[in-house]
């Protein structure tokens, strides 16, 4: 009788026990996302921007991220699809 009584508790202690450790974590990146300086999208693409300006060569993803952020450069910059 007692070793289906603490199986039975053991049972039961086990989703409490994970809810309040998740509980847990999510309070502590919450509060290690507040201490971090809160950045928005304007202040990423500039940060972005001044990478690309930094660096002689720029491929791949980002690249073309921030080459479709600027907008169109000229009549053909939509109709471009070269991928380098």
Do not use: C
């Not at 603490?6 to 502590?28: C, K």
């Not at 971090?36 to 690309?52: S, V």
Request: glycine fraction near 8%; charged fraction near 20%; proline fraction near 5%.
């Amino acid at each position: 009788m007692q070793i289906e009584s603490m199986m039975f508790v053991g049972w039961v202690a086990l989703p409490v026990t994970a809810y309040v450790m998740g509980r847990m974590l999510i309070r502590r990146s919450n509060r290690l996302t507040a201490e971090h300086p809160h950045m928005d999208a304007t202040t990423r693409l500039a940060q972005m921007r001044e990478r690309t300006l930094d660096s002689a060569v720029t491929r791949g993803r980002m690249a073309e991220a921030i080459r479709l952020a600027d907008g169109p450069q000229g009549p053909g910059a939509l109709t471009t699809t070269h991928r380098g």
